[in-house]
């Protein structure tokens, strides 16, 4: 058993490398982990070029989204409904759009130059534009 968690724990790190953010190639805007955070947790709802985000989000179910917010976002899947719930009864916005799966996510980050999501990273191809984070 210990044997088992300690592997667990030790190939953490690698998934959450699996996990690449995304935006459309014509994408010009600096975008670091700040502004994802910001993006993914309501606090930000523009490019700092003053267009709004279209931002996506795996479905809940998804291990791609599990780690990405555990690991790019740093929070709880219970912590970003808390969030969520709070934006939305203050009148700040809705969450993301939900779009499955990564084949998704990347057609409409491509079509949409605001658009932004995340992916496992064996699904990146020339159509996107990894973000550096």
């Known amino acids: 058993m210990a044997a088992l968690l300690l592997a667990a724990l030790l190939d953490a790190p690698a998934q959450a490398a699996d996990v690449v953010v995304i935006v459309n190639k014509d994408n010009a805007n600096p975008i670091d982990r700040a502004l994802i955070i910001n993006i993914y947790t309501g606090a930000t709802r523009g490019w700092p070029d003053g267009t709004p985000v279209f931002a996506l989000d795996q479905d ?3 291990p791609v989204r599990t780690d990405f917010y555990a690991n790019v976002i740093g929070k709880s899947r219970a912590a970003m409904r ?3 719930a709070q ?3 203050s009148g700040k916005g809705l969450p993301p759009k939900l779009a499955k799966p990564d084949a998704m996510i990347k057609k409409l980050v491509s079509g949409n130059k605001n ?3 995340y ?5 990146v191809d020339g159509s ?4 550096e984070q």
Do not use: F
């Open 82 to 84: 808390a969030i969520w």
């Open 115 to 117: 658009a932004i999501g």
């Open 87 to 89: 934006n939305i009864s």
């Open 60 to 62: 809940d179910n998804s």
């Open 128 to 131: 996107i534009k990894v973000v």
């Open 119 to 123: 992916i496992h990273a064996s699904s």
